[in-house]
């Protein structure tokens, strides 16, 4: 019916995707490469077997020309990544208030390649591998940094901003200096908190969160002022009281005393746990934690931490099938801010336990880019575009996502495409894909050939049992 909602929401889709592109074309030197990236940007949504540069331009139905100029998109320099995210940053900045924490979230991943000969590979641990008996693989490291967007009915999404390479020192040479994941995870921070400062929010707090592979003291040593680190550590991590301040001669003390280990205090005796309802993708979760500190770490008496032990749970769960779900208990540290004379968290204790839960966006991101968009699947093998190519189709995947994300918030998804079943209480890539073709396929442009075929299936029906009886006769004859 014309005028309903599921036709007025796709073409504000495709409005959406068409003004990010255009934001982004100050990014590209020239007309030309721009309007060869808008082009690969629509022939991933149609390109249904692998995302290759060659699968895009037979997506586009440009066979008959040169493909040379498709490929040195990524092999000249065309574009640079910081340019193009910087762009993309600046879009996301119009979805978080100035006063708000901007939420980021850093995590290492790696694609897996074949090659001995391509730049940036090198033997890494195999994700895939038992953690009792892990092996090896050839891969690609690189460092996810993605903005994490507000919560919405405990949901969030992981939009990345920056995927910067992560390529050890053994790896084979590439247009990317070698460094650790640690310190691509502090090279996004920085440029984060330089972003911000340009785009004149030098007030804006950032909060951070990732896991325990970013517990690193250099890290810790310079991480950016107004940057706030949530971070998973170990159960064993030294820890010592803030020393007690002091008057007269000789140098103050940078230690007090020896604090436990975040793991004894599950056994010190503590009567009272708080209890918090955090409201976690739809559902209500029970968690029982203590704030402890502030300490300081060893070898780190400058910053200050809190220590936030989550205790484990062991609760019945499933509906058709019950069983009983174990979670182990976890500990993270926490940046302390400095307010007067005082200590004190980055946000509200409730928020800060909301935020834990959302870094498996980023899990739920690296899965949806590698089996969704294909990304590492390009064919570019040079220096510069073995990096840039995979860099390259991060951006689409985050651009096809913020579009989403304007589009229908959250949980505002397309109307489900079955009466029977419901839709999910948040849309998938899945929909934001099959939306897009839809609108694209309902455009003049795109429209096919062969129209529906409708509600008459009755009618159909009876005129080809007609038909088949007539021919039938006929063979009687």
Not at 378 to 406: D, F, T
Request: charged letters at 20%; hydrophobic letters at 40%; a positive charge.
């Amino acid at each position: 019916m014309k005028g309903s909602t599921k036709e007025q929401e796709i073409p504000t889709l495709l409005k959406n995707l068409m003004e990010l592109l255009e934001a982004h074309r100050p990014a590209f030197k020239q007309a030309r490469p721009y309007w060869r990236a808008v082009g690969l940007v629509l022939a991933e949504l149609f390109s249904f077997g692998r995302h290759t540069v060659a699968q895009s331009i037979l997506s586009l139905g440009q066979t008959s020309g040169d493909w040379s100029g498709w490929y040195r998109l990524f092999s000249r320099e065309r574009f640079e990544e910081e340019n193009l995210n910087r762009n993309l940053f600046r879009e996301t900045l119009a979805e978080v208030g100035a006063t708000e924490p901007y939420v980021v979230g850093i995590d290492g991943t790696q694609l897996h390649r074949s090659s001995l000969k391509m730049p940036g590979t090198s033997w890494l641990k195999a994700a895939q591998t038992a953690a009792f008996r892990p092996g090896i693989e050839r891969a690609q490291r690189f460092l996810t940094g993605a903005w994490l967007t507000p919560l919405e009915n405990g949901y969030s999404r992981a939009i990345p901003l920056r995927f910067i390479p992560a390529f050890p020192p053994k790896a084979v040479p590439a247009n990317a200096p070698p460094r650790r994941e640690w310190e691509a995870g502090l090279l996004y921070l920085q440029w984060i908190r330089s972003e911000l400062d340009q785009a004149e929010r030098t007030q804006q707090q950032v909060l951070a969160v990732a896991d325990g592979s970013f517990d690193v003291l250099e890290l810790w040593r310079q991480l950016p002022e107004q940057v706030n680190l949530i971070v998973r550590t170990a159960r064993n991590r030294a820890l010592y009281w803030l020393p007690e301040p002091r008057s007269g001669p000789g140098r103050p003390a940078s230690y007090g005393d020896k604090a436990p280990h975040p793991a004894d205090w599950l056994h010190a005796g503590l009567r009272h746990w708080p209890q918090q309802q955090v409201l976690v993708r739809g559902k209500v979760i029970q968690m029982r934690y203590q704030l402890l500190g502030p300490f300081v770490r060893a070898g780190l008496p400058q910053r200050p931490v809190f220590l936030l032990v989550v205790k484990g749970r062991h609760q019945l769960v499933g509906r058709k099938k019950r069983h009983y779900q174990h979670r182990t208990p976890s500990f993270y540290l926490i940046s302390a801010v400095r307010v007067g004379h005082t200590w004190q968290l980055p946000g509200s204790i409730d928020t800060l336990l909301a935020w834990l839960w959302q870094r498996w966006e980023l899990e739920v991101a690296h899965r949806e880019m590698k089996s969704g968009l294909g990304v590492g699947e390009k064919q570019c093998w040079n220096n510069r575009s073995a990096v840039v190519s995979v860099q390259w189709s991060v951006w689409v995947y985050a651009v096809l996502l913020l579009a989403g994300y304007r589009t229908w918030g959250l949980c505002g998804g397309p109307p489900a495409p079955a009466p029977w079943w419901p839709g999910a209480k948040r849309w998938s890539f899945n929909t934001l894909w099959r939306s897009y073709r839809a609108a694209l396929w309902g455009t003049p442009e795109f429209r096919p050939l062969w129209p529906g075929t409708g509600d008459n299936w009755f009618k159909k029906e009876t005129y080809l049992a007609g038909l088949a009886n007539s021919v039938a006769a006929s063979v009687r004859i």
